[in-house]
């Protein structure tokens, strides 16, 4: 008998009258009707129903949709596959629009005086700055907060893009030694954790090997900063946090 358009409608969380607009309108007419004019949608409607909501919430009209739909060169599956990309295209804009909003919250609490189009032009990458606040509260009491607000409200566009472009350079030599092979309580890699450490001191708060250890920790247990390590290499923040704890005993 088919599912009655006040069921389809609880099933798809949709009004029926939006149900009857797309029978209006040919989107979806439901398979068949009842001796009283009723309509009864079929299984085969129901998967039409969610293509067609899968692909208003990725944004097409509903002329669009029915292009698409109605293109007999394209089946289930190919709809399927066309609507998971084009939802991690989405996903992926999201996420950079989430991480441009993070970090423009994270520049006002630190007082930088750019223009927010300057801000999201050269924080393209991670800084360290961004969460020297937390890196306090958990492992500090060094007024490092403070040192870095000072220190940032002075810095200029050309200054930003300074620190980015050596933040790269120190990730990119990170991953190097750590895809060749390298230790994490070798000299190397320990001498790029201090040069990590250096890099803080000289342009945020003075990073000392306790709090810089703690920062390490950071690397790992939070997703946000262990993200900007294993886009580059799959475990590589756990060995950045290694190198770093290594150096830190050299220095004991």
């Not at 969380?13 to 309509?39: F, M, N, Q």
């Not at 201090?194 to 945020?204: K, V």
């Not at 709090?211 to 920790?217: F, P, T």
Request: glycine letters at 8%.
């Amino acid at each position: 008998m088919g599912y009655s358009v006040g069921q389809v409608a609880r099933f798809a969380g949709i009004t029926v009258r939006t149900l009857h607009h797309y029978d209006e309108i040919g989107l979806l007419r439901p398979s068949e009707r009842t001796a009283a004019g009723y309509r009864r949608y079929s299984e085969a409607d129901l998967d039409r129903l969610q293509q067609v909501l899968f692909y208003r919430e990725l944004g097409f009209s509903l002329e669009e949709i029915a292009v698409v739909l109605d293109d007999p060169g394209t089946d289930p599956v190919t709809h399927l596959r066309r609507q998971h990309e084009l939802l991690r295209r989405r996903i992926g804009r999201l996420e950079a629009m989430a991480a441009a909003v993070e970090r423009a919250m994270e520049a006002r609490k630190m007082g930088i005086s750019l223009t927010p189009e300057e801000r999201f032009e050269v924080f393209g990458d991670f800084d360290p700055a961004q969460y020297a606040e937390e890196a306090e509260e958990r492992w500090g009491g060094t007024g490092a907060f403070e040192q870095s607000r000072r220190r940032t409200a002075r810095y200029t566009k050309d200054d930003w893009r300074a620190i980015t472009a050596e933040t790269g350079e120190v990730l990119q030599a990170f991953a190097a030694a750590f895809t060749e092979g390298e230790p994490a309580d070798g000299e190397r890699a320990m001498d790029l954790a201090e040069r990590h450490r250096a890099h803080i001191t000289r342009w945020f708060y003075d990073c000392t090997y306790e709090i810089h250890k703690g920062l390490g920790e950071m690397y790992v247990a939070d997703p946000r900063f262990a993200a900007n390590y294993e886009r580059l290499a799959e475990g590589l923040s756990h060995w950045v946090r290694d190198a770093i704890h290594a150096n830190a005993a050299r220095h004991a």
